[in-house]
């Protein structure tokens, strides 16, 4: 259905250059990262990377490693000095931060690219890394590997923002809604305090991307639209047959609106929960007060994705993390829809 024109700097109806900003919100091995850097084109994309796998970092490491025309013996270069990938592979995420220049990525070369070509000094901003205290899934030091992930590649203190002092266990936090802060359980969402006052993590990625905004309307006029995820990807993305558009009424009613990507984590499907991601993450109050389209694509469990996570692990084919992977492709068909006004 028709939502309206996107808008960007110049106010024109534009294709996928209207500010889509991507979220991660679970342990899906950085799918939003994965997505923003394969259309790094789109210069206003944004990234929120939560509670991302370490090993999805040594995949990435080995394969930007791999695509050089000297291999980089493993090795990246900085400054003048080469830091080989099996200290930051294989070491205790300290060992790393030991070795690494304050200053971040400066050298002639990254593992054989030009600084400027670098796969991920090109468009990377300004990313929110959140891993909490009491996460016992996917714990402190494989989050810590991911922020050094992004510093070795040149995103410094003002664009990443790395909250890893609240006492969560592995959960979306909202102000009010599901368990105790520190818990591990299913759904996945807790309700914490910092400093006193209700963390609004939501609200927290939002602000981080884009400074001075709207507050949030509790009165949420728009609506959730569901639609056939079949028609935008091939049998070999594995996704579900339906996701879900939050589309605020303003949205409906032909105003410009940006677009924001959330990305469920592990078992937070459709299928497997209702309506609890994409009805209660947080995001659709922001969005109603921001005119912000939040489209919620869906990935379900099935016998070789038995949790029922985003693809971090090739399951859907061993492009699964290039442009041509079936479910970046699907999704990036799904965001240019939306975009479209069609």
Request: some cysteine; overall charge positive; proline content about 5%.
């Amino acid at each position: 259905m028709p939502i309206g024109r996107c808008s960007d700097a110049n106010d024109r109806e534009t294709h996928l250059g209207c500010e889509p900003v991507l979220l991660d919100a679970g342990s899906s091995g950085g799918t939003s990262a994965k997505f923003q850097r394969k259309f790094a084109r789109h210069r206003r994309s944004r990234i929120f990377l939560r509670r991302g796998h370490g090993r999805t970092v040594r995949n990435r490491l080995f394969r930007i490693c791999a695509r050089c025309r000297n291999r980089c013996r493993r090795a990246i270069r900085l400054r003048g000095r080469r830091y080989f990938l099996h200290r930051y592979l294989h070491g205790t995420s300290s060992q790393y931060a030991s070795r690494r220049p304050s200053h971040g990525c400066g050298g002639e070369v990254l593992c054989g690219f030009r600084k400027d070509r670098s796969p991920g000094t090109r468009q990377i901003a300004p990313p929110y890394v959140f891993s909490g205290t009491n996460d016992q899934i996917v714990k402190q030091p494989a989050v810590d590997a991911v922020v050094a992930f992004y510093r070795l590649l040149g995103v410094g203190d003002g664009a990443l923002q790395y909250v890893n002092t609240v006492p969560a266990g592995h959960a979306m936090i909202t102000p009010d809604y599901g368990n105790e802060c520190s818990s591990n359980e299913v759904p996945g969402f807790n309700h914490c305090a910092v400093n006193g006052v209700q963390y609004d993590q939501a609200g927290a990625i939002l602000r981080h991307i884009y400074g001075v905004i709207n507050p949030p309307s509790d009165d949420r006029r728009g609506r959730i639209v569901p639609f056939d995820e079949k028609e935008f990807g091939s049998s070999a993305a594995k996704m579900a047959d339906e996701g879900y558009v939050y589309v605020p009424q303003s949205c409906a009613q032909g105003t410009a609106c940006k677009l924001l990507i959330a990305f469920h984590g592990c078992g937070q499907s459709a299928k497997a929960m209702g309506d609890k991601f994409y009805a209660h993450a947080g995001f659709n109050r922001w969005a109603e007060g921001n005119d912000m389209i939040v489209l919620y694509p869906q990935v379900d469990a099935s016998l070789m994705n038995p949790q029922g996570c985003w693809d971090w692990f090739g399951f859907t084919g061993a492009n699964y993390a290039t442009k041509a992977g079936p479910q970046m492709a699907a999704v990036k068909a799904m965001a240019d829809r939306l975009l479209s006004g069609k």
